[in-house]
């Protein structure tokens, strides 16, 4: 694994671009914590401990931060640091010398000649997060070693005032459990605890303002854990759990460590069933772990959208699911997954979300997610032969295909053509402000239809395979191949319309914009069109869309192009699908550019040299992952989620495939 690390100094710049550097660890459950690298919480959904406390749902932030401070003689120094209405307090970044996030976040602090390491992580399946303190005393003076925890309890989405929750203590020797009515925090230590209640007013999150939200809250201080520490090597614990974490006796540094090892071992272990001596695609692997959480209302795995605010959707999971699961050899996690939304699936469309209310039903306003489930369900097949699981989910095939041709829910429905029609919306592109549709794409969608024949194509695969009927899948995708290729190429333009009119569109006007979805008409497993046509695609994607972090979303030269996503949620979301960066896209792409250079060593060496730029991003943003968003403009500043599960998952699914090459992959060239 390599080692990240940062050092701070003291100059203000320098603490500038730590401020831009974020970490996360999560633990299984979709809980996690999170900062920046200089420990200073710039968005409200920063903290030690945020809890799924209906996993991987309503989660909540219930530790904000631990404010640490050393006491040397009669001088007492500060490590936290925070930002206040037009100031930064305390200055502990001067004392901080180097901050590194593998194997788990450690900063690493020097005050006088005394040294304090502090590691923080999280315990695989628990909402419990760790502090581990190690302190060096060169000194012949004792010196007392205090921390403060800053709480709270509150929906990530949310900010807290002093007068919106009051806290009930209940304070121990070592320990202290704080309860407001909806959740309880159970704080535990080897340092002794005392009680002593303050809160601290006006925190600010400048990447709330920057993003146009409210920004400013107060959290709330208990008291302080304290120790002394003496000449030589010391270490000291923190636990924060929303469970009773009433310390049995072996509950000492020794068994933190412990857990500690499990932890790191439960990563290294991942990286190593891979079977792949590539540093990238290990790096890739521990990030894209992370997404592959425990759903309490179905009893099995699901996948997070992305940290820090996104919940599990369909679209999402099944794109993300090769690159998370199959190439990674977890087979078993991939049909958890896959059975989660088949169970579902509802008049032939699988979930597009489920909500963070138990008891609300999940949303199914997407045209997509269930062609991706075939298609997800395929590359399962093809990486596994398992017809004993296809078998399982045959029903669910048939349910969708059916109800796509006879018309389901949102103006779902196979035309004359046998092409798919829908509603507005229910692409991928489906960013709306109100009644605002920002990339209206009614009728039918180029990628949608590319799926739509991809999902025909593996049926008929998988069916043959089962020893079922499959003609009229084959019949449907010879028909619809034929109707695509005549009504979406764009001979002006040498490649595919974005969307043309469906049967009730009330407009004969085809949309020549130049976007991405294109690609996957090359990419997908099965596609319909000729050589020439798929070449043509990828140059026009090249020329038009191609950066070194993924694809535009839109070409520079239409009127409607917007190269920087920025300002608040209005201005953001008329950006989001007009010409961002995608890092997902980047997928697709270079399997489509690999393709239609017959997969040559020369197209290998040039697709890895395009990579170099995501290499470098893991360093950047959040560190270890890959975001979700850049700027369509140059120097494509990241932005949106710092940790997207579909960026990884693509990112990793191609360096195993395309660039690794995993030869044993079925390639399918219908």
Request: charged share 25%; aromatic share 12%; proline share 4%.
């Amino acid at each position: 694994m390599k080692n990240t690390t940062y050092t701070p100094g003291t100059g203000y710049g320098i603490k500038e671009e730590l401020l831009s550097k974020e970490w996360i660890i999560t633990n299984g459950l979709g809980g996690y914590a999170s900062s920046t690298s200089l420990g200073m919480n710039t968005r409200k959904y920063h903290g030690l401990m945020i809890a799924a406390m209906n996993p991987p749902v309503q989660r909540r932030l219930l530790l904000s931060s631990l404010d640490e401070e050393i006491r040397i003689g009669e001088e007492t120094y500060y490590l936290g640091v925070h930002k206040y209405p037009g100031n930064i307090h305390p200055h502990g970044y001067q004392y901080l010398e180097n901050f590194t996030t593998e194997p788990v976040p450690s900063f690493n602090y020097n005050v006088r000649d005394i040294s304090i390491e502090k590691k923080v992580f999280m315990v695989y399946g628990k909402n419990t997060t760790v502090i581990i303190y190690n302190i060096n005393n060169p000194l012949n003076t004792q010196v007392r070693f205090r921390v403060f925890p800053l709480v709270n309890d509150r929906n990530i989405h949310h900010l807290t005032r002093a007068d919106d929750i009051s806290f009930d203590q209940q304070a121990a020797e070592k320990s202290t459990v704080l309860k407001n009515g909806q959740s309880t925090l159970y704080l535990s230590s080897d340092m002794w605890y005392t009680p002593q209640t303050y809160w601290y007013y006006d925190f600010e999150y400048d990447m709330e303002l920057s993003r146009g939200y409210p920004y400013i809250e107060d959290n709330f201080n208990s008291g302080y854990f304290e120790t002394s520490i003496g000449k030589g090597n010391s270490s000291v614990f923190i636990v924060a759990s929303t469970e009773d974490t009433d310390l049995p006796d072996h509950f000492d540094i020794g068994y933190v460590r412990e857990s500690l090892d499990r932890e790191i071992g439960r990563r290294v272990k991942l990286v190593e069933q891979c079977d792949k001596d590539d540093a990238f695609f290990g790096r890739l692997v521990t990030a894209g772990d992370s997404f592959i959480v425990s759903r309490t209302s179905t009893g099995s795995k699901t996948v997070i959208a992305g940290y820090h605010w996104f919940a599990d959707w369909g679209r999402d999971s099944m794109i993300s699911l090769p690159g998370l699961t199959l190439v990674t050899g977890r087979f078993d996690v991939a049909r958890d997954i896959l059975s989660t939304f088949a169970d579902n699936c509802r008049e032939g469309l699988i979930p597009n979300v489920f909500p963070d209310n138990p008891n609300a039903s999940p949303l199914y306003n997407t045209v997509d997610a269930s062609l991706w489930f075939i298609h997800a369900l395929g590359r399962y097949f093809d990486y596994t032969d398992d017809t004993e699981f296809i078998n399982t989910m045959w029903n669910t095939v048939e349910a969708i295909l059916a109800r796509y041709r006879e018309g389901t829910e949102f103006d779902i429905i196979m035309d004359e053509d046998c092409l798919i029609s829908h509603g507005g919306q229910l692409t991928w592109m489906d960013a709306k402000v109100g009644d605002l549709e920002i990339t209206p794409r009614k009728g039918k969608a180029c990628e949608i239809n590319a799926l739509w024949y991809n999902a025909l194509r593996y049926a008929e695969y998988m069916g043959e395979r089962l020893g079922k009927d499959t003609v009229a899948f084959t019949k449907t995708a010879e028909r619809a191949r034929s109707s695509f290729e005549k009504k979406f190429w764009n001979r002006e333009k040498e490649c595919l319309y974005d969307t043309i009119p469906g049967p009730d569109n009330g407009s004969d006007e085809k949309d020549a914009s130049v976007r991405s979805n294109q690609i996957l008409a090359v990419s997908l497993p099965f596609t319909m069109l000729p050589r020439r046509m798929e070449k043509s695609i990828v140059d026009v994607v090249t020329r038009e869309l191609l950066t070194p972090y993924g694809l535009r979303t839109l070409s520079p030269s239409d009127a409607k192009y917007i190269g920087n996503y920025q300002g608040d949620t209005l201005n953001r979301d008329r950006a989001y699908h007009n010409g961002t960066v995608w890092a997902w896209l980047l997928g697709p792409y270079i399997t489509a550019y690999r393709k239609i250079k017959e997969y040559s060593e020369d197209s290998k060496t040039e697709m890895e040299l395009l990579l170099e730029s995501l290499r470098k991003h893991l360093d950047e943003a959040g560190i270890g992952t890959i975001s979700e968003i850049f700027d369509g403009d140059a120097p494509h500043i990241p932005g949106g989620c710092i940790s997207q599960a579909w960026s990884v998952a693509e990112i990793s699914r191609i360096q195993a495939e395309e660039i690794l090459y995993q030869s044993n992959v079925v390639k399918h060239q219908r």
